[in-house]
């Protein structure tokens, strides 16, 4: 949160992952970001769930996409707008990714 307001962010990636996590029940989508604009390399809670470079992974629920493709399986390229409080950087606590749908 910023100033009481959740921050919102598009970010542009390629679908790594589609699934059940242990973090949080549900579906979670994550995504290989371009830009280094996440919060982790694919791992959370040292579970790995896909592989990419420190600070470009993402956990996204499936409503926030927008897709390049019609389908959600990896490897699709992805936008997604995101709120700042994401499943955090494979360290011990992670939050569930509260997001809104890009428009």
Not at 6 to 17: E, L
Not at 78 to 102: C, H, I, L, M, Y
């Amino acid at each position: 949160k910023e100033d009481g307001h959740w921050k919102q962010r598009d970010v542009r990636g390629t679908v790594a992952f589609v699934g059940p996590t242990h973090f949080s029940e549900g579906t979670w989508v994550g995504i290989r970001l371009d830009e280094a604009e996440g919060r982790n390399d694919g791992k959370i809670q040292n579970i790995r769930y896909f592989d990419c470079e420190p600070g470009h992974g993402m956990f996204v629920r499936p409503q926030v996409l927008t897709l390049d493709s019609p389908q959600i399986s990896p490897p699709h390229r992805v936008s997604a707008q995101a709120r700042a409080e994401a499943p955090g950087g494979g360290g011990d606590k992670a939050k569930p990714e509260a997001a809104t749908a890009q428009s």
